[in-house]
């Protein structure tokens, strides 16, 4: 298996562009993990699905942030507008199942800079 | 409240030195703790795992770590240190399904 895919590694954009970040989970995982990483706030926690169904959304920052999983192989993250303090690596990552009882698998993030 | 605390931010030891790096957690349920280690510019990899059982869990590359419940930490630990081991490592807490992580602690090994 190929692993988290995550798409693109690298983005840089403009301060009010929309910005949209693909993950492909891994084939089989049922629950999948949007997380941001900055030097300030570590390793936050933005949504948290479960069988493609948003079970907590309690860290996405602010309405400028959405995310979907329209299917069991893909989700997105979106940022509209983005702002620089957006800027951070945003790492997907995958679980076999809802159980306790797994560890997550991560992607390789994604780089963004808003400018 | 922070469900996962890393009191160590940055750790600097030299080759062959021993480590340890704290973990506390706070949560009532079920508790399902792991380390994860992100070498420079890569993702997150999972070092080791504790969910039930003997309360000492050894993991890759040499690490181990030990569940104590009554002092609600879970550190991680390594008897010799090696350059390689240079990274941040992340203690995290699966509460209720969400994959909760600490603020991580920065390991530098000097040659």
């Given at each position: 298996?190929?692993?988290?895919?995550?798409?693109?590694?690298?983005?840089?954009?403009?301060?009010?562009?929309?910005?949209?970040l693909r993950c492909k989970p891994i084939s089989g995982h049922n629950?999948?993990?949007w997380y941001r990483q900055t030097m300030m706030r570590g390793l936050e926690l933005?949504?948290?699905?479960?069988?493609?169904?948003?079970?907590?959304?309690?860290?996405?920052?602010?309405?400028?942030?959405?995310?979907?999983m329209p299917n069991a192989s893909f989700s997105t993250l979106k940022i509209q507008p983005s702002e620089p303090r957006d800027s951070a690596v945003y790492f997907?990552?995958?679980?076999?199942?809802?159980s306790l009882n797994t560890e997550a698998f991560f992607g390789q993030g994604t780089r963004l800079t808003v400018v | 409240a922070q469900s996962v605390s890393?009191?160590?931010?940055?750790?600097?030891?030299?080759?062959?030195?021993?480590?340890?790096?704290?973990?506390?957690?706070?949560?009532?349920?079920?508790v399902n703790l792991f380390w994860y280690v992100q070498y420079p510019g890569q993702h997150l990899q999972l070092l080791l795992k504790y969910f039930s059982g003997d309360p000492l869990v050894k993991g890759i590359k040499g690490f181990e770590a030990e569940f104590i419940k009554s002092k609600f930490s879970f550190n991680l630990r390594k008897p010799s240190v090696q350059w390689s081991d240079t990274a941040e490592y992340f203690c995290a807490l699966n509460q209720g399904g969400k994959l909760i992580f600490g603020q991580g602690t920065e390991l530098s090994v000097k040659p």
């Open positions: 298996d190929a692993g988290v895919i995550q798409s693109p590694r690298h983005e840089v954009t403009e301060m009010g562009q929309e910005v949209t629950s999948l993990f933005l949504i948290y699905f479960n069988n493609n169904v948003p079970i907590d959304d309690s860290g996405m920052p602010e309405d400028r942030f959405s995310a979907k997907c990552a995958s679980r076999p199942s809802d | 890393q009191h160590n931010h940055h750790v600097i030891l030299s080759e062959a030195a021993s480590l340890e790096l704290g973990c506390n957690y706070s949560y009532g349920g079920t």
